[in-house]
């Protein structure tokens, strides 16, 4: 790495589903390769909803995120190349659903994702490795907190998501109590936010009074193209990078860049 920065892995995570958390983690990913960033996409959920997203057919995951938690392939060797410089993505299919239970009782079950990406960190391949995690609380999301520097949450402004963000928060506690001892919160991001309805505001309001800076200034609109380009399997700033949503993303690398510059200057 040209600057010398070593790699943060970022885990995306919502215990809550439909909050923006893979919307997030594909279109964050893109604008911070974008901004000259590079990027490996980690799809955590068996649903491979990144994966498809970032056009990436089953027919090409030709080795997964499984192969490596369960046989111990190498990461280099199953990360897929994207159409865009700079992000890569390790994909995800189905046979992730099984990891709990195959894996059992075994020793380090909790580890095997932070040791498959140390010799990564090592080599410094990558500025960023984003995991977009299951919706719930698994052992794939115990996984990619104990392998992870910090916690990137989306939050739907919506009624029920204080709700879900203290779950989570419960969880974040219980991993950094006994697995990762420095995990932290990277930062909060409204998602889905709405200004023609009051709600949206009020939600806005008591996250931002509740989690103080950790809120990112920057918040993602609802927006109608953001939501077609998956079906398209192309982020939405390559879709419609001049769309509200694209912007806003762009906006989010920014500030997720400078708040890492900050961090490690007060380092």
């Not at 390790?90 to 992730?96: C, H, I, Q, V």
């Not at 052992?139 to 520097?149: I, P």
Request: aromatic share 4%; net charge positive; proline share 6%.
């Amino acid at each position: 790495m040209a600057d010398g920065r070593p790699t943060r892995v970022l885990a995306v995570a919502n215990q809550k589903g439909g909050v923006g958390k893979t919307t997030t983690a594909i279109n964050l990913g893109t604008a911070l390769s974008a901004v000259g960033e590079r990027v490996l996409l980690l799809d955590s959920d068996p649903q491979g909803n990144a994966s498809t997203g970032l056009g990436v057919p089953r027919a090409m995951r030709k080795k997964t995120l499984y192969d490596v938690l369960m046989d111990g392939a190498p990461v280099v060797d199953t990360v897929v190349k994207t159409a865009l410089p700079g992000l890569d993505l390790l994909p995800a299919d189905p046979d992730l659903s099984g990891v709990e239970v195959e894996l059992g009782q075994t020793p380090r079950r909790s580890y095997r994702l932070r040791d498959a990406l140390a010799p990564i960190r090592a080599a410094r391949v990558y500025d960023y490795v984003l995991i977009d995690c299951p919706p719930a609380l698994s052992l794939l999301t115990v996984n990619a907190m104990t392998a992870a520097d910090a916690v990137l949450v989306p939050l739907q402004c919506e009624f029920f998501a204080l709700e879900g963000l203290t779950q989570l928060m419960r969880t974040i506690e219980l991993v950094r109590g006994s697995l990762n001892p420095t995990l932290e919160i990277q930062g909060v991001v409204l998602t889905m936010f709405d200004r023609r309805y009051s709600l949206s505001a009020q939600v806005a309001s008591d996250v931002r009074e509740h989690f103080g800076p950790k809120v990112y200034e920057t918040v993602i609109p609802r927006n109608v193209r953001v939501s077609e380009a998956p079906s398209h399997g192309k982020p939405a700033l390559i879709y419609d990078l001049k769309c509200a949503g694209s912007q806003a993303y762009i906006k989010l690398a920014r500030e997720v860049v400078g708040r890492e510059r900050e961090r490690l200057k007060a380092g």
